[in-house]
């Protein structure tokens, strides 16, 4: 269900191809980043500070016996109602941007200019009306698949898709298990705040640093560079848990900084490069 759900992320980028072109896209596409990131800085805080309610906040919801039953139920609720807001904003607000769908619809508007020759309106040649029939004539899917450059395009995304979704849940695993056997051993609150730490840093990669970055090196060149990333952001893992071990594991000792020191900065690391690396996206 919840791979069902995302199909509007295909959804908007169709939308914000439609109606942009090479001039605008390097700033407009960035922009899904940046709604993605807001929800990773929300998201997480509300998971964090609004599970188990009745045991974090007593004198408010203490003697609602439903919440400390069914500790997960508020931070689900509130992110089901953003959920059902967005639908609605979506139903009334958006507008069709689909050029078949905006033809169908000019049709019934205007009236197809006349051609010169018949054949103009097989060849391209006489604008608005000519533009209406062509559009009709989309290409199949299989004629799509045909095509090498958007097969390595699927291939690029399935990849990309593949490592960024094991890291979402690879990192919660990692910052929640005890040290002992391999983690970090944060709390959920602080788990939450790491992640929304996560979303505000994406919003400046996908504001500032990848329209620059995008014009200095190329579409091709970043996409690349950003892929390279995951390999040794997953690396990071094993190097951060080393020091984690020595400064929170069993045979720990007190006041071990430089453990301590090294674990943060692994994790800042590991944090930083996934942003990075997350551009590809872009």
């Not at 097989?122 to 029939?133: E, K, M, V, W, Y």
Request: hydrophobic letters at 50%.
């Amino acid at each position: 269900m919840a791979g069902a759900l995302t199909g509007n992320i295909a959804v908007m980028q169709s939308i914000l191809g439609e109606i942009t072109d090479d001039t605008n896209q390097a700033r407009a596409f960035p922009l899904l980043e940046v709604t993605w990131s807001v929800g990773c800085v929300l998201g997480p805080i509300i998971g964090g500070y609004l599970s188990h309610p009745a045991e974090r906040y007593p004198a408010i919801f203490g003697d609602v016996e439903f919440l400390a039953r069914h500790p997960f139920f508020l931070p689900c609720f509130i992110s089901s109602s953003i959920t059902l807001c967005s639908v609605i904003v979506a139903f009334v607000f958006l507008e069709e941007t689909l050029p078949g769908k905006l033809a169908a619809r000019t049709t019934h508007l205007k009236t197809i200019p006349r051609a010169n020759n018949p054949q103009e309106l097989d060849s391209g040649a006489t604008g608005q009306g000519t533009q209406i029939l062509n559009i009709a004539s989309h290409p199949s899917v299989m004629e799509l698949l045909s095509s090498q450059r958007i097969r390595s395009v699927i291939i690029a995304g399935f990849f990309l898709w593949f490592l960024s979704i094991s890291w979402d849940a690879v990192f919660v695993l990692f910052a929640y298990t005890p040290a002992g056997l391999g983690g970090l051993q944060r709390t959920p609150a602080e788990i939450g705040v790491f992640l929304a730490t996560l979303g505000a840093l994406g919003i400046f990669m996908a504001l500032i640093a990848f329209p620059l970055l995008q014009y200095r090196f190329g579409t091709l060149r970043l996409h690349q560079a950003c892929m390279a990333l995951w390999p040794l952001m997953f690396m990071l893992f094993s190097v951060t848990s080393l020091f984690a071990r020595q400064a929170l594991g069993p045979s720990a000792r007190i006041g071990d900084s430089v453990a301590h020191a090294c674990m943060w900065v692994g994790l800042s690391l590991i944090l930083l490069t996934d942003k990075v690396a997350t551009m590809a996206y872009a």
